[in-house]
């Protein structure tokens, strides 16, 4: 197997990990002390806001269900990766320019270093 390809793997499997992360704190725990304490999010807030964080939460998963896809799929599923990770750095530039620029970090870095590993891999 060549490294590259196992670095791909590596990043495209980090990144829909962390979507799942996401789905689960926005949709299950959004509201709860670990959202509260992720999200520095006042109590009243979170629970307003809730279901909003839900479907968020939502869009974070199928972003997760398009990357686990094109891994599955193997090398052709490569469109279907760089797709996905394209959505998935557009989401974390939008988030950080109006949001936080910590999400740039944390959600746009590693989708920008899997889409690089996808994009060049042989």
Not at 57 to 66: D, R, S
Request: glycine share 10%; charged share 10%; hydrophobic share 60%.
């Amino acid at each position: 197997m060549n490294i590259l390809i196992s670095f791909e793997a590596y990043f495209v499997g980090l990144v829909a990990f962390l979507h799942i992360y996401f789905l689960v704190l926005e949709m299950f725990f959004w509201n709860k002390p670990l959202g509260l304490k992720v999200f520095n999010l006042s109590k009243t807030f979170a629970d307003e806001s809730k279901s909003l964080a839900a479907n968020q939460g939502l869009y974070n998963g199928f972003l997760a269900a398009g990357l686990i896809w094109g891994l599955y799929l193997g090398a052709s599923g490569y469109a279907v990766k760089l797709f996905f990770l394209g959505c998935v750095v557009i989401a974390g530039v939008y988030g950080a320019l109006t949001v936080n620029r910590k999400i740039f970090f944390v959600q746009a870095m590693p989708a920008i270093i899997a889409l690089l590993l996808v994009y060049f891999s042989p």
